[in-house]
């Protein structure tokens, strides 16, 4: 996969069922590497474990959220996440998986390009209307 920004649908499943993910998912891929910003329903998560790296979360504000490295697309992927929403920590286990069919690319440019367009647009209207000001006097 070329590197780039993208939305990809990604299904968590396994533990009580009352958790959940952001759904579609953000994926980075860089140098050939895919990382996923998982968003969690729940702040409460502190730890991610998939194989034997571990993550942290990059933000706990509403939402847990980790950047974890993907290691396959179409696959179930084993992940151990650790919760303190009980009365102590407890760890996990979910199935995480991430549908390849409904990637989808995030495209910059059409927002930059729309900036530079308005702001060539309103340089163009303050010209002319200096120069219907000018002819003016």
């Not at 179930?76 to 102590?88: L, N, Y």
């Not at 209307?129 to 000018?134: M, N």
């Amino acid at each position: 996969m070329k590197d780039g920004k993208y939305r990809i649908e990604a299904e968590l499943s396994g533990g009580s069922g009352k958790a959940g993910i952001e759904s579609p998912a953000e994926l980075t891929v860089t140098d050939g590497v895919m990382n996923a910003r998982i968003v969690w329903s729940s702040s409460s998560y502190t730890l991610m474990t998939i194989g034997d790296k571990e993550y942290t979360p990059v933000s706990r504000e509403e939402n847990s959220v980790f950047v974890i490295e993907v290691p396959a697309l179409d696959e179930d992927i084993t992940v151990f996440a650790e919760t303190v929403a009980m009365s102590k920590p407890h760890t996990i286990e979910y199935t995480l998986s991430f549908d390849s069919s409904a990637l989808k690319e995030v495209n910059t440019f059409p927002l930059a390009a729309a900036l530079a367009v308005s702001v060539g647009i309103a340089a163009v209207v303050s010209g002319v209307f200096i120069l219907k000001r000018r002819k003016k006097r």
